[in-house]
């Protein structure tokens, strides 16, 4: 072999390198931001899978308290307010602070039913208490796992070399589903 066609297979060969890992580490970096971005993707179809269920039980559940409460009418308009805001949210951000007022609603409606002992003990209202209880144990469990996949998109596209890879095809932070400030103290009962 001559030493002109091996220092031409030399320079292809460094060419091929200088193509192939840049193309190998761009591929991989952007498969494994899709791959995330649907990860976040999922746990929010998974958070308002939970949030739909307690939607679709709280209907129920202010029918059973306005039997015994008729007169806190005020709180059963807030919470069919919020409801609705609700089934009207489009956004992940404007489904999360729906989702917040509906939480802070739920609160106080669960203060008016501490002030009724009879309802309390009503069969048809501790199930659906038990079954509202155990859909906002879900939402917590779907809400953290969102929040983690969330975290961890969030730093994969903020970390170097991968945000440039990120800000070339535009992978954007995604927003966490936070508690809002009034939610994080325990509602007070009053007897």
Do not use: C
């Not at 106080?108 to 509202?132: G, H, S, T």
């Not at 144990?137 to 975290?151: P, S, T, Y």
Request: no cysteine; charged share 25%.
């Amino acid at each position: 072999m001559s030493k002109g066609i091996k220092t031409l297979l030399i320079i292809l060969g460094i060419v091929a390198l200088l193509v192939i890992i840049p193309y190998s580490y761009l591929k991989g970096t952007y498969n494994t931001l899709v791959t995330m971005e649907e990860t976040v993707k999922g746990a929010w179809a998974q958070v308002e899978n939970q949030l739909q269920r307690r939607y679709d039980l709280i209907p129920n559940y202010v029918e059973t308290v306005k039997g015994y409460a008729a007169h806190e009418k005020e709180v059963f308009v807030q919470v069919t307010e919020a409801r609705s805001k609700v089934g009207n949210a489009n956004t992940v951000n404007e489904k999360i602070e729906a989702n917040n007022q509906l939480s802070s609603a739920l609160s106080r409606l669960m203060v008016v039913v501490e002030q009724y002992p009879q309802l309390k003990a009503n069969a048809n209202f501790i199930r659906l208490q038990d079954e509202l209880a155990g859909t906002e144990n879900r939402i917590a469990v779907e809400r953290r796992r969102f929040n983690e996949a969330v975290r961890a998109y969030n730093t994969k596209i903020r970390t170097f070399p991968t945000n440039m890879v990120a800000g070339m095809f535009g992978f954007e932070k995604a927003e966490f589903f936070q508690v809002p400030k009034e939610r994080q103290e325990a509602p007070k009962v009053k007897f």
